[in-house]
């Protein structure tokens, strides 16, 4: 089933094809500082999201294999979004606190190792350290044969 969702003023929207069954928690020092916390985020692949009201998006490319979008209106932060090549190229990581519906379960955690102590996120679930995330992006960058 489709969900929708958008920033915080309105201006910037979009369809996601299917609600959302998984969302990752990410604790990386830009994350953090991109979200003012945590950052919990669900994955889309390219095709599966519509933006169509798009006038406020802006991209920062904050990495050699990614980009950061935000609401220049209101400031929300949208999404995460894959810029490298490789299969997963384009693939949307879009903030949770952006949908209009749904309710994800916590997959994975990831920067485990850069977590503040001060939460912890309940449940059991993928736990994943900054050298483990960098490794499978490096294997999901290669080429397929």
């Known amino acids: ?7 915080l003023c309105g201006a910037a929207t979009f369809t996601l094809a299917e609600t959302p069954k998984h969302m990752g928690a990410c604790h ?17 692949a390219p095709d599966a999201i519509t933006i169509s009201t798009g006038e406020t998006i802006t ?11 935000f609401c220049s209106a209101c400031g929300s932060s949208l999404y995460f979004r894959l810029t490298a090549p490789g299969p997963m190229q384009g693939t949307y990581y879009i903030s949770a606190g ?9 997959h994975e955690e990831l920067f485990i190792d850069e977590k503040p102590a001060g939460y912890a996120l309940q449940g059991q679930h993928k736990m994943i350290t900054g050298p483990e995330f960098f490794a499978m992006i490096e ?7």
Do not use: N
Request: net charge negative; hydrophobic share 35%.
């Open 139 to 145: 294997e999901a960058m290669k080429p397929q044969s």
């Open 59 to 69: 991209a920062f490319k904050s990495s050699d294999w990614g980009e950061r979008a």
């Open 1 to 7: 089933m489709p969900t929708t969702g958008s920033c």
């Open 28 to 44: 990386c020092g830009q994350c953090r500082k991109w979200s003012g916390g945590v950052l919990l985020s669900v994955e889309v």
């Open 98 to 106: 952006t949908l209009d519906a749904g309710d994800p379960a916590l």
